[in-house]
């Protein structure tokens, strides 16, 4: 089908709505009497509204320290309103208080028709915020007088709850802090005690600190080093000396050797000389008296050449026998000075070396007993400052403690004098006089309105919707492939103009039946309003 010009199709649609004047016209009569019923039987709602101030700052704020009280926003208020208004205990209260726990007969309602008043109430009441500091609470209900006693009493119970609720909070918080701050006094006083009494246990711990302890450790340990220097520069000089004493020894021993050797000597060499000298004085003698083979003569000079033979191997035997000639002896040894000195050196440094090694031995000991001092007052002190640290935390959070007491202190006097965060009542709700939401002449409009709009609007549906062709424009040539050679209108005989007119006569009588029982029946509603 062709698409079908906006002109074409507005014609097509005032036809169809001529055509269906009569349906038109019974549709509109229908949509406007039943909205119109419907608007006469329409209950009406009445709405009370409260205004609540919420001030979160005080008078009093510029001369304390700080502002007590916690910064919350309009948000949070209206979120806070809500829960404890619709909240069991205040809805209790507001049935209570209003007297809507009773039956007509004065009966207290049953729990299950008191949980369901709750849950009209928790339906009905509204919290809202407008503008920043501003809380709306609001109660919708068919009796005015009904929604003006919700709505105030509920604003006076919320105000009421609310600062019993805030003096409550104030009141904890002060006793719980109060309470901390007895504890950690009771600590602080313990921490002290055991300060005091472990002092009084190390007298000698402020005296005997750690630097001092490990000072005097680093000078044993200096001193110990250098006694030990000291002690192998000794030992060294000791050594020398007693290699010195040594050679001196074997000098004197070598010299004192010599001197007896060569004594010796001179007394064998005298025996000898002496024997030959005899000898020879007898072979003088005898020779002058014999010749030389006489025999005594014979015989003394085998003598004399057997001694001088004996001479020489004498010297012989010296000679090669002095380098394994056994070890001198003592005997008649007679230090030379130089002897006496280097023993007495030697004497000195054995002394020197004793008393070096006593100096050591001493050192270490008291290295010792340093270094287990140095442990435990290492001990003591760290003990000491672990003490002094929960010392110093206790004291801070107990100074931070006593700011928070007199915080509290100030901000449970500022509620108990409503002079904190409070709540008051800026515009009081008043009895309702207009209903609001949907009224009589909201319906009275949209009856003639919705009357026209129904008829009109399911007509141009159908004529959109329609795949029927009404024009010649919906035939496409191209498709059909049939030549449209011109366009028959519609001839009305007299019976077809007959029945249009019986037609426009009944349509004209329903609209103005129609708007004769809409004028009839706004007439009676502002009568009865009048009356009211």
């Keep these: 089908m062709q698409e079908i010009s906006l002109a074409k199709q507005l014609e097509t649609f005032v036809n169809e709505v001529i055509d269906k004047r009569v349906l038109v016209s ?74 809507l726990g009773v039956d007509d007969n004065g009966n207290p309602i049953s729990e299950r028709q008191r949980e369901l008043l709750k849950g009209d109430l928790r339906r009905s009441i509204k919290v809202d915020k407008l503008g920043k500091r501003l809380i709306v609470i609001s109660y919708r209900s068919k009796n005015p007088e009904k929604a003006y006693l919700i709505a105030s009493m509920a604003s006076e119970l919320f105000i009421q709850e609310t600062r019993q ?62 006694t030990r220097l000291q002690l192998t520069e000794a030992q060294v000089q000791k050594k020398s000396l007693k290699e010195q004493l040594a050679q001196e020894r074997r000098r004197i021993e070598q010299q004192l050797a010599a001197s007896r050797a060569q004594a010796s000597n001179r007394v064998i060499q005298s025996n000898y000389e002496e024997r030959l000298k005899t000898l020879q004085t007898r072979l003088d003698t005898l020779r002058l008296s014999y010749t030389d083979d006489y025999p005594d003569i014979v015989q003394l000079k085998e003598q004399i050449r057997n001694l001088k033979l004996q001479i020489e191997q004498e ?126 002449l909201h319906f009275a409009l949209a009856s003639l309105v919705l009357g026209l709009a129904v008829p009109l609007g399911l007509i141009f549906a159908m004529v959109v919707l329609d795949p029927r062709i009404r024009n010649e424009e919906a035939i496409d040539p191209e498709i059909l492939d049939i030549p449209i050679i011109g366009v028959v209108g519609h001839y009305a005989n007299d019976r077809d103009m007959q029945t249009e007119r019986r037609k426009t006569r009944v349509a004209i009588a329903i609209v103005a039946l129609t708007l004769l029982v809409l004028a009839a029946i706004v007439l009676l509603k502002i009568n009865q309003y009048i009356g009211a």
């Design 26 to 99: 019974v549709v509109f009569a229908v949509v406007s009497i039943t909205i119109l019923t419907v608007g006469v039987f329409w209950p009406k709602v009445y709405e009370s509204k409260a205004t609540i101030l919420w001030s979160n700052t005080s008078s009093l704020s510029p001369l304390l320290e700080q502002n007590v009280a916690r910064s919350t926003t309009i948000n949070d208020q209206a979120d806070i309103a809500r829960e404890i208004i619709l909240s069991n205990k205040l809805l209790d209260q507001l049935i209570d208080k209003a007297g």
């Design 165 to 226: 609720v805030k003096n409550q909070s104030s009141q904890a918080a002060y006793d719980f802090i109060n309470r901390q701050v007895q504890d950690y006094k009771n600590k602080l006083d313990k921490i002290n005690s055991e300060i005091i009494a472990f002092r009084k246990q190390n007298v000698d711990l402020d005296s005997d600190t750690r630097s001092g302890v490990n000072t005097r450790v680093n000078n044993l340990k200096n001193l110990i080093r250098e």
């Design 315 to 440: 010297k012989k035997e010296r000679a090669s026998g002095a380098d394994s000639a056994p070890a001198p002896t003592t005997s008649g040894f007679e230090p030379s000075p130089l002897y006496e000195s280097l023993s007495s050196e030697i004497a000195n440094i054995e002394t020197t070396i004793k008393t070096l090694e006593a100096r050591i031995t001493d050192a270490s000991a008291r290295l010792d007993k340093e270094l287990e001092r140095a442990n435990l007052v290492n001990a003591l002190e760290s003990q000491l400052e672990e003490m002094t640290r929960d010392l110093d935390v206790t004291q801070a959070i107990y100074d931070d403690l006593l700011t928070r007491r007199e915080n509290a202190r100030v901000s449970l006097n500022l509620q108990l004098e409503n002079q904190g965060s409070t709540f008051k009542i800026q515009e009081p709700a008043v009895v309702p006089l207009v209903p609001v939401g949907l009224r009589f």
